[in-house]
């Protein structure tokens, strides 16, 4: 097994031929297959990636096979990328553009959401390959721009390298075998910008389509025998509720994104008895922090204090802090001169990521983030908290807690949950008690595991709660 390393000067495209010869894996959509030794003798780019070269370049495409072939071809030529979601409001590109000083554009045919923007020059990407007599070269060491999944506002605009992105990769072997990732995330998000690197490193990656159901994701998943796949706990909620989730046989199921309570845990253990379930933490921001593997909510406390693996966390005030190597260099933002590096680490190098923690019996459990606090008569009270006791419950599959207002102490706690589906549920657990005795024995089930101030007022029933495009719970105020 021989290991993997990325140097500071290193690129991507090296890093393809690490292996020796031409890269060996493929990318795949709903709709197409590429494999990574066509790349070198075509391109994605109509034989214009000369073009590119030392300019900032926005990749603004709506398929996320368009945006990968893309990214392999930027890096190394282009001075900076800056990857926009699919998703990325219209509105918010000249700000974008503006911020991060962007002077080309990378799009697919027809993009009319690019028309009167003050962009010298476009590009157009095709997922068929054009034949071409390339010589790839590096010329400077891209730039990676990131954006943040806020629900309003313009986005901030997060800096990193080619280094920070895959520092988590660089102590980890190639995998043996034949491995196929997958993941429910964009690549262009964080989350899932680390599985593509990863399936570049690794063998192959299964993309998903704009528009395709879950359903029909994991049977195309499934057909195409993805051993490795991730996505965060609201991404696996669904899944599970889908009655898909057997189409897939992996040997790797990874979380992150969200926390992973138990019931989760337990429930994609249910699922998939055969692979290693593991949830990690990570951020556009502080990198990667660590992934446990051993079935628990948290993590060990031991882990806080020291260094691990090249990353040091403490927990200041009970607020997560990171330092490590995958931290992002800063925020990006116009300035008088074009971009300016907004700080984003403390005098001691550290990110502090807002992810309030409680210490129990020797593990740290993540409470919530230290902006969504319900305040209950002055008592303070995660949603993330109170959802982990609900989703506990075993006809619960997911629960949204939030905040209502009251004239006596200011706010009471209130839960939308999204019961099993009858059917599915009724075969393992036997008929369902009606909403009536269900919302007794959830909240008789809170008040075991919480203080009073934390149990819900009232438990609404709901037949689904609205996700976000980067995987994540939609919260009121978010």
Not at 304 to 321: F, I
Request: charge should be neutral.
């Amino acid at each position: 097994m021989r290991k993997f390393t990325i140097m500071s000067g290193m690129w991507l495209w090296e890093t393809l031929l690490a292996g020796g010869g031409a890269p060996s894996g493929s990318l795949r959509s709903a709709h197409a297959a590429v494999a990574l030794r066509d790349l070198v003798h075509a391109s994605s780019l109509g034989g214009r990636l000369e073009e590119l070269r030392g300019r900032c370049v926005l990749l603004s495409v709506r398929e996320q096979l368009t945006a990968a072939l893309a990214l392999i071809e930027l890096d190394g030529v282009a001075r900076r990328v800056v990857l926009c979601p699919p998703d990325l409001p219209a509105q918010h590109l000249p700000a974008v553009i503006a911020a991060s000083g962007a002077d080309a554009c990378v799009h697919e045919p027809q993009a009319m959401h690019l028309e009167g923007l003050s962009i010298p020059l476009c590009v157009a990407s095709r997922q068929a390959l054009q034949s071409s007599a390339i010589a790839r070269r590096t010329s400077c060491s891209t730039e990676w721009v990131l954006l943040t999944s806020g629900t309003t506002g313009v986005p901030k605009l997060v800096l990193h390298t080619l280094a920070t992105l895959m520092s988590a990769m660089v102590r980890q072997p190639r995998s043996d075998g034949q491995v196929v990732w997958s993941t429910f995330y964009d690549i262009r998000r964080y989350g899932g910008l680390q599985i593509f690197l990863r399936a570049l490193k690794d063998g192959s990656m299964v993309l998903s389509s704009p528009g395709e159901s879950i359903a029909a994701f994991l049977a195309r998943a499934g057909q195409a025998g993805v051993t490795h796949i991730s996505g965060t706990p609201s991404h696996w909620r669904q899944a599970l509720m889908s009655g898909a989730a057997g189409r897939i046989a992996p040997s790797y199921v990874r979380l992150s994104g969200e926390i992973a309570d138990q019931g989760i845990l337990d429930n994609l253990r249910v699922a998939y008895p055969e692979a290693q379930v593991a949830h990690a933490f990570a951020s556009t921001e502080a990198g990667v922090a660590f992934e446990v593997q051993d079935g628990r909510a948290g993590f060990p406390a031991d882990l806080l204090g020291r260094s691990v693996a090249g990353v040091e966390m403490q927990a200041d005030a009970g607020t997560l802090r990171i330092r490590s190597e995958g931290n992002a260099l800063g925020y990006l933002r116009e300035g008088s001169r074009g971009s300016e590096l907004q700080a984003l680490k403390d005098r001691d190098g550290f990110v502090d990521t807002g992810d309030q923690l409680e210490m129990r019996e020797g593990r740290c459990y993540f409470a919530g983030r230290s902006g969504g606090v319900i305040n209950v008569g002055g008592l303070k009270v995660h949603p993330e908290e109170v959802e982990a006791a609900i989703n506990a419950h075993p006809w619960v599959r997911m629960s949204l807690v939030h905040a209502r207002r009251n004239p006596i102490t200011g706010a009471i706690v209130e839960a939308d949950v999204v019961l099993l589906d009858t059917e599915r549920a009724n075969q393992a657990n036997g008929d369902r008690p009606s909403q009536e005795a269900l919302s007794r024995d959830i909240l008789e089930a809170c008040r075991r595991a919480l203080p009073s101030h934390k149990v819900p007022a009232r438990i609404r029933f709901v037949a689904a709660l609205e996700v976000s495009a980067s995987g994540k719970l939609v919260r009121p105020n978010a």
